[in-house]
Nanobody, 126 residues
Framework: QVQLVESGGGSVQAGDSLRLSCAAS????????AGWFRQAPGKDTEFISA????????YYADSVKGRFTISRDNANNTLALQMNSLKPEDTAVYYC???????????????????WGQGTQVPVSS
């Protein structure tokens, strides 16, 4: 099993930046892909970004491309999401997730991820 714990959420204003972190523990050697999802009130879980743990290849949703940057620190088993130019529509609970396998076609599919953090709230006011 892998345990994921997010941190760094909090209330911000439009245009601000925020950095989320996710600490992984347990059988971290089984992680192939790690990523971030978010869920806004009344909406489905939305893919934000993912990174291949071994080679740092990254993937982004169009809605955050150019504003958000995903990164990982293998030595410390941490995942980060740098969020710049935040907008009110970025308001959501943000989740860190990880999976043991990789298939590009399903990298945006929440159900394909094996491990999830508890989530951290990011309210963005206008």
């Amino acid at each position: 099993q892998v345990q994921l714990v997010e941190s760094g959420g909090g209330s911000v204003q439009a245009g601000d930046s925020l950095r989320l972190s996710c600490a992984a523990s347990g059988r971290t050697y089984t992680i192939f892909v790690a990523g971030w999802f978010r869920q806004a009130p009344g909406k489905d879980t939305e893919f934000i970004s993912a990174i291949i743990w071994s080679n740092s290849s990254t993937y982004y949703a169009d809605s955050v491309k150019g504003r958000f940057t995903i990164s990982r620190d293998n030595a410390n088993n941490t995942l980060a999401l740098q969020m710049n130019s935040l907008k009110p529509e970025d308001t959501a609970v943000y989740y860190c997730a990880a999976r043991r396998s990789f298939r590009k076609a399903t990298i945006i599919v929440p159900l394909r991820y094996d491990y999830w953090g508890q989530g951290t709230q990011v309210p963005v006011s206008s």
